[in-house]
């Protein structure tokens, strides 16, 4: 396992993010515990000793089966993640419940690192709280004084003007930042922009969606083809990870594992440093050209389904839309059988409450008015 330094600490450059735990029965509150515990076991006896997990992952779930299963480890063996919800600006009149809250879930008397959730449009002005009415900042100050944090830090999917004018206010305060970072979004989220900024302000870069939700594990089979030219025994996902591993600014890319499959994979990439170079960085970025023409940038975080008054599965949706996209119709138009009638994309009302929380700045409500036009169209 590759080692990086942070502070006076040793972090596993490769973390097990606990968003996407395997499940049973497909229900994403459901986590199956017993399978958790044997991918955070074999993580540990593998050299992964960073944990990151929050509030309302696994329907909130996460946290509690996380704590089960790290209290069998002595707690100085591993580094844990958690974060405060703000994504939710009720939350924030809430905070002490929250916190403590989370401290019994995941049986601990403190948290190695604690982060400002989703720093994004919905939450900006709750997190930066110019009138002072919510006071999360001075909170979880207080809760480092008090041993509680041992090191504060923030995630972020909002623009890089709202990332600067949090930096500005907070940034000498903030130890790290989380950022979604990949060979897909270093120019379509501007992820480079972010990541010349926290340089300007000597903050350490975290890595979320190094594989953009399993976007990146497989590609079009021509890009595939132009890959292994270059690296034939290389897999997708391994394209991914070695391409963060050609940024120097990164200490931490966390991987959701869902299954053992995906962490032996990882894990063995990770215990080289076998980095891409400038030329293969560069034709990862004329493959993301090409790939970005017809699709949408969902990674499936769910937090929009938690505000759609529908209860549609939107993230099912727009890979619906996106393997649409891809296919030109097809199957991806007779998938949709299998979807109830008022699920489908025609049952969105329009309401954008969805967008306000899409940490992509998906125009949602856009895409499925377009998808259902075009399925209408296609079944004529």
């Known amino acids: ?6 502070q006076d600490l040793q972090l596993s450059a490769l973390g097990l993010g606990t968003m996407r735990l395997p499940v049973k029965n497909g229900d994403n509150g459901e986590i199956d515990e017993e399978k958790s515990a044997e991918i ?19 329907n909130g779930n996460s946290e509690t089966v996380m704590g089960k299963i790290l209290s069998a480890y002595p707690r100085d063996s591993f580094y844990l993640a958690t974060k405060f919800p703000g994504y939710v600006p009720e939350n924030l009149l809430n ?30 002005e709750y997190y930066m709280d110019e009138e002072g009415k919510y006071g999360l900042f001075e909170y979880l100050m207080q809760m480092k004084k008090e041993g509680k944090i041992r090191h504060l830090g923030f995630s972020v999917h909002a ?29 379509f989220q501007d992820a480079k922009g972010k990541l010349e900024m926290l340089k300007k302000h000597n903050i ?30 290389a897999s997708m996902p391994e394209w991914a990870f070695r391409y963060i591993q050609s940024i120097d600014e990164v200490c931490v890319t966390l991987s959701g594992m869902s299954n053992m499959s995906q962490l032996c994979e990882n894990i063995e990439t990770f215990s080289a440093d076998e980095r891409t170079t400038k030329a293969e960085n560069d ?13 949408v940038p969902c990674t499936e975080c769910k937090y929009c389904t938690e505000y759609c008054p529908m209860q549609l599965d939107i993230p099912d949706l727009l890979y619906h839309y996106n393997e649409f996209s891809f296919a030109n119709g097809g199957f991806a138009v007779k998938s949709l059988d299998f979807i109830p009638e008022d699920k489908r994309p025609n049952k969105c009302i329009g309401c954008r409450s969805c967008e306000n929380v899409c ?22």
């Not at 396992?1 to 942070?6: D, E, N, P, R, S």
């Not at 955070?40 to 696994?58: E, P, Q, R, S």
């Not at 002490?96 to 989703?118: A, G, S, V, W």
Request: net charge neutral; aromatic share 16%.
């Open 204 to 233: 350490p870069v975290f890595v979320m969606e190094p594989v953009r939700g399993g976007r990146l594990a497989k590609l079009a089979k021509e890009n595939e083809e132009k890959l292994r030219a270059l690296r034939p025994s």
């Open 95 to 124: 905070k002490e419940e929250i916190f403590n809250k989370q401290l019994e879930k995941l049986q601990t008397d403190y948290f190695d690192f604690y982060l400002f959730h989703n720093l994004c449009d919905v939450n900006f």
């Open 40 to 58: 955070v076991d074999f993580a540990i006896k593998h050299g992964i000793n960073y944990f990151d997990t929050a509030w309302g992952y696994h």
């Open 359 to 380: 940490p992509q700045k998906i125009k949602i409500s856009e895409v499925l008015a377009t998808f259902s036009d075009v399925i209408e169209k296609s079944t004529k």
């Open 159 to 187: 623009n890089n003007d709202m990332t600067e004018k949090f930096l500005n206010k907070y940034g000498k305060y903030m130890e790290f930042c989380q950022i979604q970072l990949n060979w897909l979004d270093y120019d």
């Open 283 to 295: 034709v990862l970025y004329s493959i993301a050209k090409d790939m970005m023409k017809n699709t």
């Open 1 to 6: 396992m590759i080692y990086k330094k942070f």
